[in-house]
């Protein structure tokens, strides 16, 4: 069944989903169907970011982090940066220029501070320094594609809610053993049909037996949708909250919170393999965790290193030119005097056979 065929089921039923034939698979291959439809996708990302201080104990004063952040269907993303970093003591700020690449083999950092990069890394995992990858507030959750954990992980369809004045889907995942043990925990999903099956509310949630309920200590929703593409919907705001949560924490803490503005989408723009590969600037240090080695990348476009490279492959081509010559002339000289100890032996014969 196809993503716009799902649509019209849903929406023409929308009190019974069991009775209209509609199943989680169908959901789950519809979400699929939305997400394949953005093969790349380039976003201008403003972050809102408070966590909590394990020294301090409290939530730090919010720090603001500017990023683009493009990635394709192929796992290959690209991210560029200013981060706001704040030190320990909450007091003192300082900024930091970041770009990233992974090209689907490996990934190529630079940071440095706001005026220049410093420093160079390079590794096969496909961690970009980003404060939260798009592709979580889109089609991802916890690195996985929604739509596949809507097919694959025993979920439920649980019925029609309200969200910010309009109709959504609400699904669940089965249950999955805690991080304590014997905790329980799922993961739930708001799936908005009219708007190209955006996902617009994921969390995970633990459950609490005293209270007897769900509770969402991991929360990703999305806000103020766009059609910015015919039939993609992209939120132009995103709020993220985190708590420190058990099953028997009856007044969890809250450890963290993002609030993401986003603006100058582009979808399916065609880009070249080379925008995700990054080329290390002049003088930075890199740490190349492949082949284990570190170095200093040298310029070899100025002044004197760039003449001594020039008047070098200028001698190597003369004496390349000069070596081709030498080995002509000899082979000219040995054949010709292989040519006149041959003349000189047939005289010699005719000489000896008069003789005789």
């Given at each position: ?265 582009v979808i399916n723009a065609k ?46 081509q003369e004496q390349k030119a ?35």
């Amino acid at each position: 069944m196809t993503g716009s065929l799902i649509l019209t089921t849903l929406l023409l039923s929308p009190g019974s989903l069991q009775d209209a034939g509609i199943s989680t698979a169908d959901l789950g291959k519809a979400v699929l169907d939305a997400e394949a439809a953005q093969k790349t996708v380039s976003v201008t990302c403003d972050y809102k970011i408070q966590s909590i201080s394990l020294t301090l104990l409290r939530l730090l004063t919010p720090v603001m982090d500017h990023g683009i952040c493009t990635f394709d269907l192929a796992g290959r993303c690209r991210y560029e940066g200013i981060n706001e970093l704040r030190d320990g003591s909450d007091k003192q700020t300082y900024q930091e220029l970041t770009i990233g690449t992974f090209d689907g083999r490996r990934m190529k950092v630079m940071t440095g501070d706001k005026h220049q990069y410093l420093q160079g890394k390079v590794s096969e995992k496909p961690a970009l320094p980003w404060p939260m990858d798009p592709r979580e507030y889109l089609f991802h959750f916890f690195g996985k594609q929604i739509g596949k954990m809507i097919e694959q992980e025993g979920s439920q369809i649980t019925g029609w809610v309200d969200w910010n004045g309009r109709k959504v889907i609400a699904v669940e995942t089965k249950t999955y053993p805690g991080p304590e043990g014997n905790d329980k925990t799922k993961v739930r999903f708001l799936v908005d049909l009219e708007r190209g099956f955006a996902v617009v509310r994921r969390t995970i949630a633990i459950y609490r037996p005293q209270p007897n309920d769900w509770f969402d200590y991991g929360v990703v929703e999305g806000y103020d949708y766009n059609e910015v593409a015919p039939g993609i919907w992209v939120p132009g705001l995103v709020k993220t909250v985190s708590y420190g949560a058990t099953s028997t924490d009856l007044n969890p803490t809250l450890i963290g919170r993002r609030e993401i503005k986003n603006s100058n989408w582009v979808i399916n723009a065609k880009l070249p393999d080379s925008y995700f590969d990054l080329e290390f600037k002049p003088g930075i240090l890199v740490t190349d965790e492949q082949s284990g080695k570190t170095y200093q990348v040298v310029n070899v476009n100025e002044g004197k290193i760039a003449t001594q490279v020039a008047e070098g492959i200028e001698i190597y081509q003369e004496q390349k030119a000069n070596s081709s010559r030498k080995a002509i002339i000899w082979a000219s000289v040995g054949v010709l005097g292989i040519a006149l100890l041959g003349l000189v032996g047939i005289v010699l014969r005719k000489r000896w056979s008069r003789v005789l």
